[in-house]
């Protein structure tokens, strides 16, 4: 895999921000494999509303944003509203983020977010543009990177190092069962759980260790008056769900 940009294919454009999409399109399309199969993906020839790749074998879609330099906490994406209602029917794709170095055109981070992270809650509104701007009154949204867990943004590319394929499809296969909770409420609790887990930094954790994390959650589910019982109920759907195994009275493994 070549961990760089560059082609000549982009010398005859002017914009930068259209070579840059030259440039970032022609890349995955050559080197990126579905981390779902592992087969490799196609581009959309007609620039599709809701996704750039697709893969021929699982039907999965992929959506690429790119950024240059640092990653940062969030990503510039499109239209709030549109975000929104994609997160509650079926044509929300899955997204890829390619950062890479402005000068040299290196590839620093490439990462996969797998659609079953998307919850409201990782999507910011934007201000109105001005009513001087050619679409004034539009809001646009961010992408909160550091709101996502983990174990929601799988490396293909980290730090300008290539990862290895099999890891890959196994990161990608430990969460697939996210896709069970179609009801986003519910997902958002799985998701805090698993980030108060990722926060303890352990494999090898206790019940006890996450009930610290109980005013954290309470502020983000105000409307639950017994969030030590949910905290249990998580980690029971999350066991079941092969995410972590129970080994002894208020002890769990994560797989």
Known sequence: MSLNLYS????????NSQKIRVLTEKWVNEYIYCPNCGNSIN?????KPVADFYCSKCNEDYELKSKKD???NKIVDGAYQTMIDRLQSDTNPN??????DKNSFDILNFIVIPKHFFVPEIIEKRKPLSSTARRAGWIGCNILLNTIP???KIFYIKDGIEEDKNKILED???TTFLKQSSNLKSKSWL???IKCIEKIDKKDF????????EKYLKLKHPQNNNIPAKIRQQLQILRDRDYLSFTNRGKYKLK
């Open 43 to 47: 581009e959309y020839e007609n620039n």
């Open 95 to 100: 997204f890829f983020f390619l950062n890479y």
């Open 150 to 152: 983990n174990s929601g």
């Open 191 to 193: 998701l805090d759980i």
């Open 8 to 15: 000549t294919i982009a010398d005859k454009y002017n914009s």
């Open 172 to 174: 990608w296969n430990k």
């Open 70 to 72: 640092k990653i940062g």
């Open 206 to 213: 206790s019940l006890n260790e996450i009930y610290q994390f």
